[in-house]
């Protein structure tokens, strides 16, 4: 089956205790990114990536990192986590640039006390 | 700065009404525009997409959208909801030839039995 699988899912973690958050995607896609979801302010995008080792900042980037050392996988880093950085995380991937609809996964819930 | 407005925040229908949902954009050029649904604890999902052609496009489930460029609208449509069409829907939109998308901030449909 055609996915996008994250993990955690679910996460309860301390200010300034470093976190990844993984993404894996079974499409083949060159195209990956992360978004945050806060209410009222819909999805941000944070980093996307347009091949493996190509990465780029989306509109919400600080405190936050990614690398793509392979095509499938796209993991959010959180060197140092802080309470604003709690929300609800989504991975997307898709074949290429804009042209193309997004694929997003089930949804990382973290919180940051 | 480049946006996405969608100024439902809240839409509250009963059943077999008609629902019409807006999305407004500040981009110049030529964008590729999406509407996508997220039911209640489900990822994103698409909807529908437009990219050239007959501005008119047809989705999944009934739903339409109307692309109206003098207007930078994208507004989205369906003669007859269903109590499961209760879900968050989000308007995007991505410069063509980018690989950047702007989210709008959601509305929020509640349909009533």
């Known amino acids: 089956e055609a996915q996008v699988t994250q993990n955690p899912r679910y996460l309860i973690t301390v200010t300034g205790k470093k976190l990844t958050v993984t993404c894996s995607q079974n499409m083949n896609h060159e195209y990956m990114s992360w978004y945050r979801q806060d209410p009222g302010l819909g999805l941000r995008q944070i980093y996307y990536?347009?091949?493996?080792?190509?990465?780029d900042k989306g509109d919400v980037p600080e405190g936050y990192k990614v690398s793509r050392k392979e095509k499938r996988n796209f993991p959010l880093i959180l060197e140092s986590p802080s309470p604003n950085q709690t929300s609800l995380y989504f991975c997307?991937?898709?074949?290429?640039?804009?042209?193309?609809?997004?694929?997003f996964g089930p949804g990382t819930r973290l919180t940051v006390t | 700065a480049q946006s996405v407005s969608q100024h439902n925040h809240h839409v509250i229908l009963s059943e077999a009404a008609s629902l019409e949902l807006g999305c407004n954009y500040s981009?110049?050029?030529?964008?590729?525009l999406f509407w996508y649904v997220q039911y209640p604890g489900q990822h994103l999902q698409l909807l529908l997409k437009?990219?050239?052609?007959?501005?008119l496009v047809k989705g999944i489930k009934g739903f339409e959208a109307e692309f109206i460029k003098s207007k930078f609208s994208f507004n989205l449509r369906k003669p007859s909801v269903q109590w499961s069409d209760t879900a968050e829907y989000f308007c995007?939109?991505?410069?063509?030839?980018?690989?950047?998308?702007?989210f709008g901030t959601g509305t929020r449909l509640k349909v009533l039995a």
């Open positions: 995007a939109v991505g410069r063509t030839g980018t690989y950047k998308y702007i």
């Open positions: 981009y110049g050029g030529t964008v590729n």
């Open positions: 437009y990219f050239s052609g007959d501005p």
């Open positions: 990536s347009m091949n493996v080792e190509v990465t």
């Open positions: 997307a991937s898709s074949p290429g640039t804009t042209l193309y609809e997004q694929y």
